[in-house]
């Protein structure tokens, strides 16, 4: 079992810096400081990245280079404190020239079942869900 480490910097007032295992940070804070990432964000984003990173992967090994990806989240919380997420959906969108359904479609389910650790870690609560759009020149 390997261990990461990361730590949070406090700044002022509700303002923090995060930084991961490998030195890079990320300014975090709450909604009214208006200045960082909110937690809560900083969780999707999470997700959608380690998703975007094994999809990234999967389709470069089937010789599949991408020209472009994003993938948005939407995220549904509880209405009261702790406001844990309960479904989480991921839209992701591709473009390239070589892209088929049936590839990105396994790149993706492959990257939300097997490779991704934060979807694996929050499976136990939350449902997540998948699709896919493949972006063709002129869209």
Not at 9 to 35: A, M, P
Request: include cysteine.
């Amino acid at each position: 079992m390997g261990t990461t480490t990361t730590t949070v910097h406090w700044l002022s007032g509700k303002r923090f810096v995060g930084i991961d295992s490998t030195n890079h940070s990320v300014v975090v804070s709450s909604q009214d400081e208006g200045v960082g990432v909110k937690p809560s964000d900083l969780l999707l984003i999470a997700l959608a990245s380690c998703t975007a990173v094994d999809v990234v992967e999967i389709l470069s090994k089937k010789r599949m280079p991408i020209d472009s990806m994003e993938i948005t989240t939407t995220g549904e919380q509880d209405a009261d404190p702790p406001w844990t997420f309960r479904k989480i959906h991921l839209k992701c969108q591709l473009s390239g020239a070589g892209l088929t359904e049936k590839a990105v479609e396994q790149a993706v389910q492959l990257a939300e079942e097997k490779y991704c650790s934060v979807a694996a870690t929050l499976r136990a609560t939350v449902e997540i869900t998948t699709e896919f759009q493949i972006m063709r020149e002129g869209e």
